[in-house]
């Protein structure tokens, strides 16, 4: 049986090279809008962040987010990573 390769992703946070079943991806869609991609197949530009509340607060506090999506980033999607992660 052939061994399938896991995809790995880094944190823009941390830059720690995780599994994408680790990570939580946030997306800049082609219309400029930012969401969280719960399926990872969303087109757009995206980030990911561990699931970890201090690396969240970390890119809350910092703007990490905006800086790589390079758009500024609603209270709601700030909202729903929360939710996630805890």
């Not at 823009?12 to 990872?40: A, F, P, Q, W, Y």
Request: charged share 35%; aromatic share 4%.
């Amino acid at each position: 049986m052939k061994i399938r390769k896991v995809p790995m992703r880094t944190c823009v946070v941390t830059k720690e090279k995780c599994e994408k079943k680790d990570l939580i991806r946030v997306v800049r869609t082609n219309e400029g809008s930012v969401i969280v991609d719960l399926t990872g197949k969303v087109n757009g530009r995206g980030a990911y962040l561990k699931k970890n509340l201090a690396v969240f607060q970390k890119a809350k506090q910092n703007k990490i987010l905006e800086k790589v999506l390079e758009v500024e980033i609603p209270e709601i999607v700030y909202e729903k990573l929360n939710e996630l992660i805890k």
